[in-house]
């Protein structure tokens, strides 16, 4: 097995949206923002290469957006999924598999392609996964997190019938397990990925950066804070008690770390204690 990050480049965010009720005073200290207060935040893929099954974490935005939406959210490099995979020697083509965290849209709708006002598959071989629970909910949300699902690339994404919804938790591919964590928006679907006689852990939006690592930083996009508390707590104790890698989707300074219990909460321990490649 091979992990490679691949990068879909990057946005931004305002700082107060990235870490909630965390006054900026201290959030500004280990996350820095421009005069606008905008965070750069990184788009970070994940190809896992098994041979003859090539899984892709994520796809980014795509090309669906308007000049105005773009620039508001600092989108910068559409092209730069494709190119990345090409750096590391892949053709869209090559990949089996594209695993969704979740559907909104700075990590999903780059599955999907406009080619001059036609929909088409980015990975036109890959079976598409995501969690049964957060597709039923993108089509009930509510008013505040309906802006984020690309209504009409999810019902593309689905007619192909590429699409698989994922039901349980447990393994769905040899040496990657699944779990469900539903506070941030239900069904967020993380893979446990055995790698190297380590466990490696694609955050996404459940810690999105090394600095949301503490208990109580958690971000203004997450449907239920309180919920989002009590996942992100149980899956910190055990991250911490085995030595898990925490892989980080949106940090855009540190690609991965391990965290530590000390007496005031959970912290970072290591940033980026493994080169992956």
Do not use: C
């Given at each position: 097995m091979k992990l490679i990050p691949i990068s879909a480049e990057h946005f931004h965010c305002d700082g107060g949206a990235l870490f909630g009720v965390i006054p900026k005073v201290l959030w500004s200290k280990v996350y820095p923002a421009d005069e606008n207060n905008f965070t750069k935040l990184a788009l970070r893929c994940l190809l896992i290469d098994q041979g003859d099954r090539k899984i892709l974490i994520e796809t980014g935005i795509g090309n669906h957006y308007s000049e105005k939406h773009l620039k508001n959210n600092g989108v910068t490099g559409l092209d730069q999924l494709e190119k990345s995979l090409s750096e590391n020697g892949y053709l869209p083509h090559d990949i089996t598999d594209v695993f969704l965290t979740h559907l909104h849209w700075n990590h999903a709708t780059g599955a999907v392609k406009n080619e001059n006002g036609e929909l088409q598959l980015r990975f036109p071989n890959a079976t598409h996964w995501c969690s049964q629970i957060q597709w039923e909910h993108s089509k009930i949300s509510?008013?505040?997190?309906?802006?984020?699902?690309?209504?009409?690339?999810?019902?593309?994404?689905?007619?192909?019938?590429?699409?698989?919804?994922?039901?349980?938790?447990?393994?769905?591919?040899?040496?990657?397990?699944?779990?469900?964590?539903?506070?941030?928006?239900?069904?967020?679907?993380?893979?446990?990925?055995?790698?190297?006689?380590?466990?490696?852990?694609?955050?996404?939006?459940?810690?999105?950066?090394?600095?949301?690592?503490?208990?109580?930083?958690?971000?203004?996009?997450?449907?239920?804070?309180?919920?989002?508390?009590?996942?992100?707590?149980?899956?910190?104790?055990?991250?911490?008690?085995?030595?898990?890698?925490?892989?980080?989707?949106?940090?855009?300074?540190?690609?991965?770390?391990?965290?530590e219990k000390g007496e005031k909460g959970f912290r970072v321990k290591e940033i980026n204690p493994v080169k992956l490649d």
């Open positions: 509510n008013p505040r997190e309906s802006a984020a699902f690309h209504a009409e690339v999810l019902e593309f994404l689905m007619a192909t019938g590429q699409l698989n919804l994922v039901e349980k938790k447990g393994e769905l591919f040899p040496r990657i397990e699944v779990r469900f964590f539903d506070g941030h928006t239900p069904g967020q679907m993380l893979p446990f990925i055995q790698f190297e006689g380590k466990t490696v852990v694609y955050t996404s939006d459940l810690v999105p950066t090394a600095a949301n690592v503490p208990l109580l930083w958690v971000a203004a996009y997450d449907l239920n804070p309180v919920e989002v508390m009590q996942e992100k707590e149980k899956f910190l104790e055990e991250a911490a008690e085995k030595n898990y890698i925490l892989f980080f989707e949106h940090d855009f300074y540190h690609e991965t770390a391990t965290i």
